[in-house]
């Protein structure tokens, strides 16, 4: 927390304290998307933001994002006490979003709806910028159970401005420590199902655990090209990656386009097994093998490739007429 934000905790009227809040430097623009001059606030997330971002946060559920107006709301003290305690958007981004990946745009104030919908979503409600060990899940569970780990994390993030610390661990109820990083991209799909009149928009969905990570829809096309990147926190009890393609309907239930499995443990086995890829020059470590009872075409390598590690996957779609895709998986260390 700021010194000018401590200065703001002496008593006096709420909304003048929010504005002078607001008047800091860092909170004269839209803590997602850089537009001047926020009108709005997440009172439990402890940012200003824009009428555009606004509406946005309001989608996503008061148990997530609770948006007041600086001008017309009335808030408790406990909000202005929270918001103040943060100190602004600059130091509410350091937490939410200190692990942007470096190909990952964010978003302009002249952005499109859905691309503000989708870095919006992923920074709070699916948490992929947090710190990994700061991150919760909570599934399909109720609104009130999900308030409720909000909540944890909130006094978590809360621990975190007071005390900068991050070698502290988490024990509460509700978290879940992470291993690594699993960066998937989604490269192409070919012969995939037709599910309209004569064509598809497919959509690619991957899910680890109770994290559930989307592609864009490519509107009429069998052969959609995507070259796509999702980031997956891998816990430390993983399972298989889970992966679906659908076909994108406005005023019906999404069709089902084949799913299949990807086997992540040859991968990180491999990664652990060589530890620092930087060290080593180009070459194989490892391979995931196809058989009757996985969805490869052909044989997976692992490869150690400038410094990084990767492996190249080709697909056939389970449980539908036809369908392959491709895609690359690339793990990373915590400490990376």
């Known amino acids: 927390m700021s010194n000018y934000a401590a200065g703001l905790g002496k008593p006096g009227s709420g909304k003048r304290r929010i504005r002078d809040l607001l008047n800091q430097p860092d909170n004269r623009v839209c803590a997602d998307c850089g537009a001047s001059d926020p009108k709005w606030a997440s009172a439990n997330i402890g940012v200003f933001i824009c009428l555009k971002c606004c509406s946005v946060h309001r989608s996503l559920g008061t148990h997530i994002s609770k948006v007041l107006s600086v001008t017309l709301d009335d808030w408790s003290d406990e909000e202005v006490d929270s918001m103040i305690e943060i100190g602004g958007n600059a130091s509410a981004n350091s937490i939410y979003e200190a692990f942007v990946p470096e190909a990952y745009s964010k978003p302009g104030p002249d952005v499109s ?10 920074k709070y409600e699916l948490q992929e910028f947090l710190k990994p060990s700061l991150r919760i899940t909570s599934g399909k569970c109720s609104k009130k159970n999900s308030a409720s780990l909000r909540s944890s994390l909130s006094r978590k993030i809360m621990d975190s401005f007071r005390t900068n610390s991050s070698s502290e661990k988490i024990f509460q109820e509700g978290m879940v420590e992470f291993i690594g990083l699993l960066k998937v991209t989604i490269k192409k799909g070919t012969n995939l199902a037709i ?65 299949a499995e990807l086997d992540i443990q040859p991968l990180i086995t491999s990664a652990m097994a060589f530890g620092d890829p930087e060290m080593f020059g180009d070459m194989q470590i490892g391979k995931w093998l196809k058989s009757h009872d996985n969805p490869l075409i052909d044989d997976s390598i692992i490869n150690i490739v400038d ?14 007429e036809s369908g392959e895709l491709e895609l690359e998986m690339e793990w990373l260390p915590l400490d990376q």
């Open 307 to 320: 410094g990084k590690v990767k492996q190249e996957v080709q697909l056939k779609l389970q449980n539908v």
């Open 113 to 122: 709806h859905d691309q503000r919908m989708r870095f919006i979503r992923s």
């Open 195 to 259: 599910r309209d009149m004569m064509s598809s928009d497919p959509y690619v969905v991957l899910n680890l655990g109770k994290q559930t990570l989307q592609t864009a829809v490519v509107n009429s096309n069998l052969n959609p090209v995507w070259n796509q990147e999702l980031m997956l926190s891998v816990p430390e009890s993983y399972g298989p990656v889970k992966l679906q393609v659908y076909d994108y309907d406005t005023f019906s239930a999404d069709d089902i386009m084949g799913e």
